[in-house]
């Protein structure tokens, strides 16, 4: 029986809504809608939600309620909501949950593992049976998810990186400098190529159990060993491995596929389009020298220069280099050369899950 269902995804940065019928597993859109609210703004340094990015949120999924509303017309719909990164961050999400029930939406603040999981499931599907990793570089957390595709994931973590939490913390000039781009890869690079050790991606560490493939924290993850720029790799405890996948089995990914507006954006910049086409986007391969080559061009303009770029909304421009270099970092981690854009997310993911706990 086909049903019809409405995601909403609340992020750091962006709140993303699709609606879409579903029916013998199959996904057909229906309407999507993307909007950029920067909730995050601050999180980081604050800990809480300002007022103003409240209302920018709600404000957002008020006109989301329009359009699912207006969709109720042909069908019932199931909606479901779902936070992230700064929700989980700030002490006063409940303010935001509040500010939402009013307008008849149950908000679900989801853990960083439920996030990773989502995120493969929606975007993993495409790929049966092949090794595969997922990377969602999103505004507060950067998840890393590996294993097989339209599988449960072998291995995932949701790292306290991010997009606007990097640049809130380490972009210090305008443009950035090379120091600023240097302490951010510091930060992200060595806890990148540690999951991938510990998951079969380099030979450096052969085994999930192995502790040694863990180091001192600077991202909120358990203290290890500790490496020399103060940044750590999860511990094995903390990341995820499906239920009949053995700890022990270890397969290099064959591909690297990147969701969410960062990798999205990278795409649309580098083939110049005037008007964004998710038809382009979704599939297309960039190679990790193209991508270190964007980020160049990128960091050598100020911030009014690069709200001026083809491609790029002047909305994500502030935080944009960072985003780039994290994913940059998450491809040199991997070891696969390049990254695959996906418009197949989380928000793919929400559906499925909705489907089958209803079916």
Known sequence: ???RIAAIDIGTVTCRLLIADVADARINEVARECTIVNLGEGVDATGVLSPAAIDRTVDCLASFMHTIDAYRQDAPITVRCMATSAS???RNASELTARLA???LTLTVISGEKEAELSFQGASAAFPGEEVAVVDVGGGSTEIIVGQGGAAPRRSHSFNIG?????ERFIQTDPPSADDMKAI???CRPVFESFFAASGASGTCHSTGNASCSSSDGTGMSNKAGTSDGVSAPSNASMSNSVGAPDNVIVPPQRLIAVAGTATTAVSVADAMEAYDSSRVHGREMKAAELDNLIDRLAALNLAEREEVVGLQPQRAPIIVAG????SDAVHAAGTGSFIASESDILAGIIMDTACRSS
């Not at 997009?163 to 640049?167: E, K, L, N, W």
């Not at 780039?324 to 994913?327: D, E, N, P, T, W």
């Open 1 to 3: 029986m086909e049903q």
């Open 163 to 167: 997009a606007r939490r990097a640049t």
């Open 185 to 187: 890869h510091d930060w």
């Open 102 to 104: 009013q307008l008849g």
């Open 88 to 90: 989980r961050d700030a």
């Open 324 to 327: 780039l270099l994290i994913l």
